[in-house]
């Protein structure tokens, strides 16, 4: 029994060591070499190479190599299979060949190839195993010693950003790019230089310094617009400076449509990881504020690409090649002129305006001020201009018709209709008021409403005509937090808008106590609103009831209803004959804005900004307006700081302005 044991055991031992000393077999050393080819782990596959293909190639060479192509051709979705032989005969021989298949993606689109890979049975350590016989082929079966892959890119031309009439507002067009000539810039010369294109002397130091640069070739500095002619004619009288016309972003309104448009500049390292799966490249020019970064991914178009094997012998051979397709052009329903009367006339004030047609919801104007050149901008401003922007008191990097204000008493209105539609007030109801300030009771402390004209009764033609606080603080409390609230809500309040340029959700706040009830009822309190929303609240006053929705881009289907019968048509009627007065009236708060056979309504509003009531803050100056025989445009416009200044009389006059301009 001992001796069957024993030999049994002998068996089992000599199978095991058997199979332990069995060579691997091609197919499978393939295999092996394949599933790193796939994980591209390079380094590792330099260890399958063959001694004659080591000899070729060192380990750093070969992995650095593969590294460089597959990431400057952005290589995904490696796909790699060989033909599996009937029958494995070739383990026999020395030599053994499998077709392989192999699939990619690339920047310029799908490669594939078949190719032989060849392996040889050779040893090492004193053993003999497989390795792969290696040549460039393996890369792409075309490649040869002494080829080199080009990647050459052809940019695609950004898409325009256009008027409603097809105005440009954001174009391709040219600037002077100026530069020097190396090794040809004096001391005397390079300080004008640094002067006249306000950077400093070491920033052109670090350009003529770079290690493509050579004795006599142009080295680029800056871009200047061609507009700049004077600066330019400075520049070309300097010894060795040049200028040459180069393709850059232009935008023809400057300042008077910055904050719409936006401009653009090269992408950061940043952003182009935010956009790394969406074809973005470090090359690539994104915008950077306005609708240039809203809009980007439909502006930019898809560069064409396209990758070459540069053969040793001056030939060449298209590996993959992917179309430029160019941006798409934006057409607006912004109208550029009625957007530059209405920057130019505010001036040097601090504020927002916007323009709208009611009866169908068309942006026409969009403006914020102050503001800046986005040609500066997109060409490159120094960091001491940037610094200038950035800490000027009137904040003109700061888009403000985006932002949310307190309205004031241009909400007055919107107060109206809610009280008309929960019959909480009625038009022939009077208030008997008496005084500049009121309370409802003792439990309100030392707070009292205000309000500018003493008078009494006060019905509500008065109330919107006079503007009075008191009036709409009644209105709000007798109609409870419920109904003004959802009221409000009614009108858009605590909805964001869909409209293609962000902006901040109008708000009612908390609303919680019959303090901030009653100061919500005529704009303060914490009810915050865009200028935009406010456009859109006052269009059930023209539509019979029904607010139209805003609308940016020229595509959009016109007249769309936003919100249906937010008013009934009597009452959008009533209050929007009110409004009539508040211009016509020769007590209406607005009436300076009459004009002769120019029939305007509207309504003025001041909010207050202040820490508590009785202290001195700041104001913000109101005002909406439209003609009531041909309401396009309806005209909105905020000032700030009018405290001391009339008010919303600041605003009125301006408006006034744009119309008496417009009609």
Known sequence: MKHVVGALLLMVLAIVLSSCSKEPTPEERLSSYIALWKEEKFDQMYDYLSKDAKKKISKEEFTNRYEKIYKDLQITDLKINYLKPKKEEQAKKKLAEYPITVKMNSIAGPINFTHKARLKKEEKDDKENWFVD?????????????????????????????????????????????????????PPVKEQLSSLLKIKPEQMEKALSANWVKPGMFVPLKKISMDDQERISQLIALDSVKTRKVDARIYPYKEAAAHLIGYVGPITADELEKRKDKGYTSQDIIGKRGLEQVLDE????????????????????????KPVVNGKDVKLTIDANLQTVIFEEMGTEVGTAAAMNPLTGETLALVSSPSFDPNQASLGMTADEWKVLKEDPGLPLLTRFKQAFAPGSVLKPLTASIGLESEKITPEQALEIKGLKWQKDSSWGSYFVTRVHEGSPINLEK?????????????????????????????????????????????????????????????????????????????????????????????????????????????????????????????????????????????TGTAEMKQKQGTTGTENGWFIAWNQQTPNPMIAMMIENVQQRGGSKVPVQIVKNIYTKWK
């Not at 040869?144 to 009439?165: F, H, K």
């Not at 178009?301 to 298209?318: L, S, T």
């Not at 919500?520 to 406010?534: A, D, E, F």
Request: charged fraction near 25%; charge should be negative.
């Open 463 to 603: 109330a919107l005509v006079n503007s009075d606080n008191i009036y709409f603080a009644q209105a709000a409390l007798n109609m409870g937090k419920k109904v003004f609230a959802d009221g409000l809500k009614g009108y858009g309040f605590e909805e964001k808008i869909d409209f293609p340029y962000p902006l901040e959700t109008s708000r009612i706040g908390d609303l919680k106590n019959e303090i901030a009830l009653a100061d919500s009822g005529y704009g303060q309190g914490q009810v915050q609103m865009s200028i935009v929303h406010l456009l859109a609240t006052y269009t059930p006053f023209m539509n019979n009831g029904n607010m139209v929705k805003p609308i940016l881009l020229d595509e959009h289907e016109k007249s769309q209803v936003w919100k249906e019968s937010v008013v009934s048509k009597k009452n959008a009627e009533l209050i929007a004959a009110d409004l009539r007065k508040v211009v016509s009236d020769k007590d209406g708060t607005a009436h300076e804005a009459e004009m002769a056979d120019y029939p305007l309504a509207g309504k």
């Open 298 to 321: 439909q502006l930019k178009g898809e560069n064409g690409v396209k990758i070459v094997i540069k053969k040793k012998n001056g030939g060449e051979e298209v590996l993959a090649e």
């Open 134 to 186: 290696w040549n460039t082929r393996f890369i792409f079966p075309s490649m040869e010693e002494g080829d080199t892959i080009r990647l050459s890119t052809v940019p695609a031309q950004r898409g325009e950003i256009l008027d409603r009439n097809g105005t440009g507002l954001a174009v391709n067009g040219q600037v002077y790019e100026v530069g020097v000539t190396a090794g040809e810039l004096t």
